[in-house]
């Protein structure tokens, strides 16, 4: 599965083999530092991919390692089950996109808090507090706020929690995380208030919406539910997410049983808090928002399910554990069903565009280039040219910009079939790349065709070339750029038709 929209701009950011994309206000530099080590000097996807798996896992083994000692080691294991074996977990672990950090920073952040609060003499649970605030915020600064809400008034209204120094970590690891986030603002923005305005523009103005219903029909395989129309996903699937309140209220009423409620209803409220913006705040839906509030969920449901498995219920312990079983295979099974859905969704997606960066590079289109148009900036990144637009939440040139480059380098626009390209651009020559149109500017050099066979050795390789450009007597070639491993490949086959380009 190659990098998607979102991956590529993040992930072109500190790539060694792509330009930089456009990065728009309600973006954060977190994760082109957590892909850096890779990416900087790699440009295959896999490697990226397993890279990313295996931080994610360690990464959710530390979070919930933090909640030693608040609750038994099998509640914990359970926990990192019911989160792990979500479609939307498997699915955004291995990517480069933010949410999934964001998740498992709140549960590590909230169990530092408790260890803080408990034991004022514990720096460990210090440190972690200060340093999973920082790592949310670099991630998604106003995720992190809202996350973290519940533990900055618990800190300061409730006393068995009112301690300095928790207060202070916390405040300092937020305010770290977000020091970046906020000189970009100046330099960039216009200030920070102009740029949370101009990301609530983006994101098609915040206020009071109600998504609920939205998240719900996200949650059949929809990455991006925008707009957010059409029914509801299957029976099974819109039970599981309305059920998810009704359980939360169970395992708050087991944790009250067990005069222990404290714990669980601050876990429920920084879940509840992490969820709120994207419930009944924004006009659109991706499931991958409501993973924070998934991770907290997961240590209260786990605590329930342990309790209805272990608690004494005088000969009804066989009816309970029979019912806990059935559901939690019910969970498996709508989670698997879904996600083999969406990665095959996805995939298809991916290779579409890096069918159109192969058929670009056989057409001339080759770095240094410019593309503009619909979704230049993936098909950009997979061509390993630099994405422009005159308009749009990623304008970052003038229409005077976009004609003054088609002249000076290659250069090609992107439209939707039956679609126009701009005035400049309606003399040029008109191709077809898998299902959209490429209207190409005279400026792109001709390119010869290669040595039969070198399509076959690139699909071979794992990694998809093309041809090196042509250059004039006495200058040297630019190096071939490699389109991301595992997808170019087959791309490369499937435009030319198992030839060399």
Known sequence: MGLG????????????????????????????????PVAAWSSSTVLLRVYLAVLSSLALFVALRVWRGLFPARVLAVAGVLFASLWVTLFYGPQAMPNYWVAVGALACVGCFLRATTDPRDRAALCGLGLSAAMMTLMRPTDAVWATLP????AVAVPRWRRPRPLA??????????????????????????????????QGGLGWNIAILDQARGLGGRALCRPCTGALPGTATTLWFFTLPLAAALALLIA???????????????????????????????????????????????????HLVTAPARGWRPVTVTLVALGLAAHLAVQFAVLQTVVRRTTDAHRGWAATAAELHRLGVRPPCRLTGHQAIPIAFYARCSAL??????ANASARDLARAARSLPFAVVTKPGNRPPAYARDWAQHRAGNLNVWVAPSAPRVPA???????????????????????????????????AGVAGPAVAAVTGGRAP
């Open 5 to 36: 929209w979102d991956e590529t701009v993040y992930v072109s950011q500190v790539s060694g083999h792509a330009p930089a994309a456009f990065f728009s206000a309600p973006r954060a530099r977190g994760v082109s530092v957590l892909v850096a």
């Open 151 to 154: 533990l900055l008034v618990a």
């Open 169 to 202: 970590a916390l405040v300092a690891g937020l305010l770290a995380g977000g020091i970046e986030w906020i000189a970009e603002a100046y330099v960039s923005y216009g200030g920070p208030g102009q740029r949370l305005h101009d990301a609530s523009r983006i």
């Open 256 to 306: 009250v049983r067990a005069r222990r409620p404290a714990t669980t209803l601050l876990l429920l409220a920084c879940a509840t808090t992490a969820a709120l913006p994207y419930l009944f705040m924004i006009g659109y839906a991706a499931p991958r928002f409501l993973l924070p509030a998934y991770a907290l969920l997961a240590i209260p449901l786990a605590d329930a399910v342990v």
């Open 450 to 484: 290669a040595p039969a066979g070198a399509a076959e050795r690139t699909a071979s390789a794992g990694v998809g070339a093309s041809a090196a450009p042509t250059t004039p007597a006495g200058a040297a070639a630019p190096a071939a750029p490699t389109l991301p």
């Open 389 to 394: 637009a005159a308009s749009g939440h990623n």
